[in-house]
């Protein structure tokens, strides 16, 4: 991995998302996709959101790019600031600038992302032409570069090759020279390694940490892989129910995590340093239906620490539990005397029945 030690810091965020919330309004009622969502983004940070599916990492991201399908999405309210320009008071053509220009964001899934009847050369190379000035020479010279760049043998040769013609790490790979081809300040990663060998999301992780360490790009990187969080990012959110329960440096969050939502994905990862015979503790119960979620803490029905009458009545805001590293969680028993002790001793007990 590359070392970011030396990435550029700043006190102002590059990108701000404030009280987001991205509803989708079906006939079946509202679904609250994304319910309150906050979180800064400082330049060539890398920035975590990890969650189980449908607790709203990808909705959040669509929110970012103006990509939400309307009807049904519908961004409610919130604020987007982009180096403090509000994004949800930009024109279309405004967002088509920046969209591919100064944010760029590869998807899940890059066979259904990269248009099947043109190559994979043409369409990098129409990128550049929309975001920079220049020939179409020198735009597809910039493609070829960039298919190099990551990772593409014979990249002359393959730039001329339809997106069928590779495999699934070469599109990822493909997809990503698609997003940094016009030097952003900010990529969006959507689930990057989804249906890739681990081999193969070695590689394509290497390529984007390196790849935006050179241009000094933050990165969002979203992804339901604990590992992959640990082993990239600076700091990380936890997602639940569309909303954060959890953020805080990568670091504290791992080793110190106080909402059992976080120690549950924890105990659910395979770890070198626990017996080869321990199973693993998986989640009990599915993630909560955003058309109807529960009243009070929305993970309280899966939770084994829920015994508040708060737990199942009133929904619990974001607390600060160190202030020093921003670490932030949603929990009503945060503010107990000696519960993190308790807490930790549950858990063991836990693991170990």
């Not at 969502?37 to 330049?43: A, L």
């Not at 959040?60 to 320009?85: C, D, F, N, V």
């Not at 309280?300 to 202030?323: D, I, Q, Y």
Request: hydrophobic share 40%; with cysteine.
């Amino acid at each position: 991995m590359t070392d970011r030690t030396d990435k550029p810091t700043s006190s102002e965020p590059l990108l701000s998302v404030r009280d987001l919330r991205t509803y989708f309004h079906t006939d079946a009622g509202v679904v609250k996709a994304v319910d309150g969502v906050s979180f800064d983004v400082g330049p060539g940070e890398v920035f975590g959101i990890v969650g189980e599916s449908g607790s709203g990492k990808s909705i959040t991201a669509m929110s970012i790019l103006g990509l939400i399908p309307r009807p049904p999405g519908k961004i409610e309210s919130g604020q987007i600031l982009w180096k403090g320009q509000d994004l949800l008071a930009c024109t279309e053509g405004q967002m088509r600038r920046i969209r591919g220009g100064e944010i760029s964001m590869t998807f899940q899934d890059p066979l259904s992302a990269l248009n099947p009847v043109y190559t994979v050369g043409y369409q990098i190379q129409e990128m550049v032409l929309v975001h920079q000035e220049g020939s179409r020479r020198s735009a597809w010279n910039r493609a070829v570069e960039m298919l190099g760049q990551v990772g593409i043998p014979r990249p002359a040769e393959r730039a001329l090759d339809y997106p069928h013609q590779f495999s699934g790490g070469m599109r990822q790979r493909a997809m990503i020279a698609m997003a940094l081809s016009c030097t952003p300040q900010l990529i969006i990663c959507d689930e990057p390694t989804t249906a890739l060998d681990v081999t193969i999301q070695a590689q394509v992780l290497e390529v984007i940490e390196k790849t935006a360490a050179d241009l000094g790009a933050a990165v969002i990187l979203i992804t339901h892989d604990l590992g992959v969080v640990a082993g990239m990012t600076d700091r990380v959110a936890v997602m639940y129910g569309g909303q954060i329960v959890e953020q805080g440096e990568v670091d504290e969050l791992f080793y110190r995590p106080r909402m059992p939502y976080t120690w549950g994905l924890l105990g659910s990862i395979p770890r070198l340093d626990r017996p080869a015979h321990e199973r693993l503790k998986p989640i009990v119960g599915a993630p909560p239906s955003m058309l109807r979620p529960p009243a009070g803490c929305r993970f309280h029905p899966r939770c084994a620490f829920a015994c508040l009458e708060a737990c199942t009545s009133v929904g619990p805001e974001l607390m600060a539990v160190n202030a020093d590293a921003g670490h932030l969680a949603r929990c009503h028993r945060i503010v107990e005397v000696g519960w993190e002790r308790v807490f930790l001793e549950q858990q063991e007990e836990r693991l170990q029945s």
